[in-house]
């Protein structure tokens, strides 16, 4: 069974920094894209970043480009996103999902985790 | 503004189809995704490539598109449909994954 669970939400100050993981589980993790996708609370989703099964392409929302930075370990079958410079509009929950394709060409997200909850206030 | 473009709500009687729309340049080139989100829950796939079943997901859910407009068609929509409905695609730049802005089914 595929598993993704998110980790590393909490609430932080706007200019501080967050890293969030995802811990996969259940399918050969080094063969699939990975991608970060949020949901500010009573909205709509928004894609904030994905990586292919390699790391060699990377990439990222207008809104984050420069703050954010998504890596994964391959050997630890983790994903991460370094939010950095946070912003009060970062404030939302954050999945982790897994793309049908080992590229990061906009293909599907077959599964995805439950969520964590970044929360950005003074 | 948002690259795809949905209806904020669509509403269908029980048993009856939905046609659920998401419109948008970068249809022409690439395919589109659906997600089905319910309250509380992560989104879930449900249509992918345009028009591909994912296993476990009811046959009455199909989807279709031509040029820039993409659809999720629910034939004899169900109570258990009642969701937020995401189209998803690739940006024509190729540069990011935009989603549509979801459409609210409701199942009278």
């Known amino acids: 069974e595929v598993k993704l669970v998110e980790s590393g939400g909490g609430s932080a100050q706007p200019g501080r920094s967050l890293r969030l993981s995802c811990a996969a589980s259940g399918f050969t993790f080094d063969g699939y894209a990975m991608h970060w996708v949020r949901q500010a609370p009573g909205k709509g989703l928004e894609w904030v970043s994905g990586?292919?099964?390699?790391?060699?392409?990377?990439k990222y929302a207008d809104s984050v480009r420069g703050r954010f930075t998504i890596s994964r370990d391959n050997a630890e079958n983790s994903l991460f996103l370094d939010m950095n410079n946070l912003k009060t509009e970062d404030t939302a929950f954050y999945f982790c999902?897994?793309?049908?394709?080992?590229?990061?060409?906009?293909?599907?997200?077959?599964?995805w985790g439950q969520g964590t909850l970044v929360s950005v206030s003074s | 503004s948002s690259e795809l473009t949905q209806d904020p709500a669509v509403s269908v009687a029980l048993g009856q189809t939905v046609n659920i729309t998401c419109q948008g340049v970068?249809?022409?080139?690439?395919?589109a995704h659906w997600y089905q989100q319910r309250p509380g829950q992560a989104p879930k796939l449900v249509i992918s490539d345009k028009s591909v079943r994912p296993s476990g997901i009811p046959d009455r859910f199909s989807g279709s598109g031509s040029g820039d407009t993409a659809s999720l068609i629910i034939t004899g929509a169900q109570a258990d449909d009642e969701a937020v409905y995401y189209c998803h695609s690739r940006s024509s730049t190729s540069t990011h994954l935009p989603f549509g802005g979801g459409t609210k089914l409701t199942v009278l």
């Open positions: 970068t249809l022409r080139s690439y395919f």
């Open positions: 999902a897994r793309d049908t394709s080992p590229h990061n060409y906009g293909a599907a997200l077959d599964s």
């Open positions: 990586v292919s099964s390699d790391s060699g392409s990377r």
